[in-house]
């Protein structure tokens, strides 16, 4: 077993920068049929330009690449000791190359242990087998949406569709809940893996493992794939569209399981995934660890940069998009100016500041003059040189929503003007907003190497001690593209699309499935 802890650290480079070809598949399919020109439509063309240059660079396709779940299936005999041991060996070679972001943190100190390893991290899951071969397959599943998985305890009254009974009927209200409720803030357009019945910690378990589920495979209970059916087709008519922009391409893939429960309890558990859809499989020689063979790596490998864009209808067309250059500091009067739907095109300096970063602000000063600034939501893949020279790896944004209770305080504290992220946020900002005059720019999930291009020097950092993801970078970037979704004047496209998509949730309220 020489070669198994090698053999592990190629997976986990592989499953953190090359998208699965399944996956690439479902993506190319929702591109082709979105309407060219609309905010959808771009944002699906930055994904697949992203996917792309992950590949190329051999870096993460998003930065957060998420709690590390392992499933490996082992003859009878193989030390599982011993592969436990390579395993986190390949964890933290993979994170000091920059191929995984230190993710495992202290949930009492809140301190990051740096390795990704940690009580709990990664996530190893091992199941004895017959066969004379060992099976590993990987998962990266990021926060955000993690965030979003729920699970239903039936009977349950659902916003929009009433009454979810015991039965398929109820099952498939609580599975279009599922998706309604994730909005865009989960990086839509999603997959879902469902579980059905087990306990509350079972019930999830199944969820996820439909994850490992190819796309396009059939499931083989009948009723079950008929309801997959029904999912994928009708959640796509709930108009939230690509990171909640609007559109046609909400869900990309639904797989749902089955197992019993007790006659008391009946839960629906949804594990919601982001088009960042990163899981890999290898089958190993049990004797040497080589790897033999690739899972989900079989048929076409869409080139995704080729695949081209409908042309929208003219009614249908967004119409001209405005772009609108700016470098802070940035004045009260260039914010009042923008609208939803605006483009922003941001040169010089923005911060980044999340989590860590809003909670110390609140009573703290801040370690730059932040007025007229641009704070950017992202906890980015870092690397220092020999020289000790930072270098931007992966810098996507990260979901906005977790800095609700801070951010229009922050704002008004230290005379920050615009705030980037994914996903929106909620009424307290928006009212912040139009009251200080700042605006709320939203940048493509998950678009970590697209982002990362933008970024032309790291001009230093702060409160590194919060850990990587967590302090406050200073970056000179030029040329970041990101897109109005609340103005200061009251206008939040995420309260519109939540509303719209609510009253389109209502047309599946009449039973179905009998
Ligand atoms: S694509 Fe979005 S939800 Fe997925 S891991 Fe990246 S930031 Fe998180």
């Known amino acids: ?37 609309t905010r959808a439509a771009l944002s699906l063309s930055t994904i697949t330009e992203n996917i792309g240059m992950a590949d190329e660079n051999v870096s993460p396709i998003c930065q957060d690449t998420g709690m590390p779940t392992f499933e490996v299936k082992v003859p009878v005999g193989v030390n599982q000791i011993e592969m436990k041991k390579a395993i986190y060996a390949a964890v933290e070679r993979a994170t000091k190359d920059t191929k995984l972001r230190p993710n495992s943190v202290d949930s009492l100190t809140g301190k990051n242990s740096g390795n990704n390893l940690g009580e709990g991290t990664p996530v190893i899951h091992f199941e004895q087998w017959e066969k004379d071969v060992i099976d590993v397959r990987l998962i990266l599943k990021g926060g955000g949406c993690e965030n979003k998985n729920i699970q239903y305890s039936l009977p349950a009254e659902l916003e929009g569709l009433g009454r979810a009974g015991r039965d398929l009927d109820g099952i498939r209200k609580c599975i279009m809940h599922s998706v309604y409720q994730a909005q865009g803030q989960g990086c839509s357009a999603g997959f879902i893996g469902v579980g059905i019945g087990g306990d509350r910690t079972t ?48 869900l990309l893939g639904c797989k749902i399981g089955a197992m019993n429960r007790l006659p008391a309890s009946f839960f629906v558990s949804v594990a919601y ?5 990163r899981r890999l499989g290898v089958i190993l020689d049990q004797e040497t660890g080589d790897i033999k063979k690739w899972l989900y790596k079989d048929g076409e490998k869409v080139d995704l940069n080729k695949v081209e864009q409908e042309v929208a209808a003219a009614e249908e067309s967004a119409g001209e998009v405005r772009e609108v250059v700016l470098e802070a500091p940035i004045t009260e009067e260039q914010i009042r100016e923008l609208k939803v739907g605006d483009v ?27 007025n007229g600034q641009v704070i950017y939501h992202c906890g980015p893949v870092m690397m220092k040189d020999d020289q000790g020279e930072w270098h931007v790896k992966a810098a996507g944004p990260t979901t906005s929503i977790r800095e609700e209770p801070y951010q229009g305080d922050i704002m008004k504290k230290f005379g920050i003007r615009a705030v980037i992220g994914k996903g929106g946020m909620g009424p307290k900002t928006l009212k912040a907003l139009g009251e200080h005059g700042g605006v709320y720019l939203n940048a493509i999930g998950g678009a ?26 200073h970056l000179e970037v030029e040329g970041f593209a990101a897109i109005v979704t609340m103005d200061s004047h009251g206008n939040s496209l995420h309260a519109d699309v939540d509303k719209s998509s609510l009253e389109k949730l209502a047309q599946f309220k009449e039973p179905v499935f009998k």
């Not at 995934?273 to 859809?277: L, P």
């Open 1 to 37: 077993m020489k070669k198994f802890e090698e053999s592990m650290y190629q997976l986990i480079v592989e499953t953190s920068t090359n998208l699965p070809n399944d996956v690439r598949r479902a993506i190319a399919k929702a591109k082709a049929k979105e309407n060219a020109g």
């Open 203 to 250: 019930s999830y378990s199944l969820a996820k493992e439909q994850l490992f589920r190819t796309v396009d495979d059939v499931n083989e209970n009948e009723e079950l794939q008929k309801l997959e059916d029904y999912v994928l087709e009708n959640a796509n008519k709930l108009g939230i569209g690509t990171m909640g922009f609007g559109g046609e391409a909400t």
């Open 273 to 277: 995934n982001c088009w960042a859809y």
């Open 344 to 370: 922003v095109i941001i040169n010089g300096m923005m911060h980044t500041g999340r989590d860590a970063i809003h909670h110390h602000l609140m009573d703290h000063d801040a370690p730059i003059d932040l």
């Open 448 to 473: 970590a190497q697209y982002y990362a291009d933008c970024i032309k020097k790291v001009k230093g950092v702060d409160l590194l001690e919060f850990g990587i993801p967590e302090a406050m970078w």
